[in-house]
Structures are given as structure tokens and as C-alpha cells.
């Protein structure tokens, strides 16, 4: 099982790009998954959570109205959009499969996830 991130790069402050999230080996359809990043020297936090249905969707405050989740279950893919970059935003992202299927119970806790994707690097320079 095996989660793919890519989509990462150098961009400039107010620019944009779409990370996106591939699964291979099983299916997550069933699983909410979500973004992650970790900054250097920071801990890793929460960016964004999406549901198994793509109904429901939750945001790390600072990053609302600029980053939007999706997901095309066909394709087993999840995506992350950003738009309107800032350089606080520089850091690696993470992809994650949820651990409970058609439920979450901690959508914002890296507890709460079963499988990682290698990460991709933003920068966003100013």
C-alpha cells in the first residue's frame, strides 16, 4: 500500500499550486483523508481533512478560503489546492489515510491516520 505525493515545488508569494495524492494497492473510498505539514524545526500540523464521501471538509484556520481538498475516489486520488500562497506555508506536505472507514473520530490528529504518504516540498519565497 503505498501513498504518492507530488505536485510540490518553488512558487512565489501570491502564486498557487495543486498537490496531488495518489493510493496504490488498495482502495480508500472508504476512508477520510487528509493533508498534512511540517515546517522546519516544527512539529507536524493539520491542513486539511476531507470525508470518505467528499461531503464534508475541515480547514486549518489560516488556510481557509485559500486551500480547497478534494477527492476523486475513481481514480483513488485526493488533491490539495493552494492559492494565494505565503511563505509561512513553506513546508513539506503530507497525504493520509484515515484508520476508520465511513466514520473520523479525530480528523486533526496525525494519531488518527494509518497510512503516509513521502511528502512534497513547497517553498514559497517572498
Known amino acids: 500500500v503505498q501513498l504518492q505525493a507530488s505536485g510540490g515545488g518553488l512558487v512565489q508569494a501570491g502564486g498557487s499550486l495543486r498537490l496531488s495524492c495518489a493510493a496504490s494497492?488498495?482502495?480508500?473510498?472508504?476512508?477520510?483523508m487528509a493533508w498534512f505539514r511540517q515546517a522546519p524545526g516544527k512539529e507536524r500540523e493539520f491542513v486539511a481533512y476531507?470525508?470518505?464521501?467528499?461531503?464534508?471538509?475541515y480547514y486549518l484556520d489560516s488556510v481557509k478560503g485559500r486551500f480547497t481538498i478534494s477527492r476523486d475516489n475513481a481514480k483513488n486520488t485526493v488533491y490539495l489546492q493552494m492559492n494565494s500562497l505565503k511563505p509561512e506555508d513553506t513546508a513539506v506536505y503530507y497525504c493520509a489515510a484515515n484508520r476508520h472507514t465511513y466514520s473520523v473520530r479525530n480528523y486533526g490528529s496525525t494519531g488518527d491516520y494509518d497510512y503516509w504518504g513521502q511528502g512534497t516540498l513547497v517553498t514559497v519565497s517572498s
Open positions: 494497492g488498495r482502495s480508500f473510498s472508504s476512508n477520510g
Open positions: 476531507i470525508s470518505w464521501s467528499g461531503t464534508t471538509q
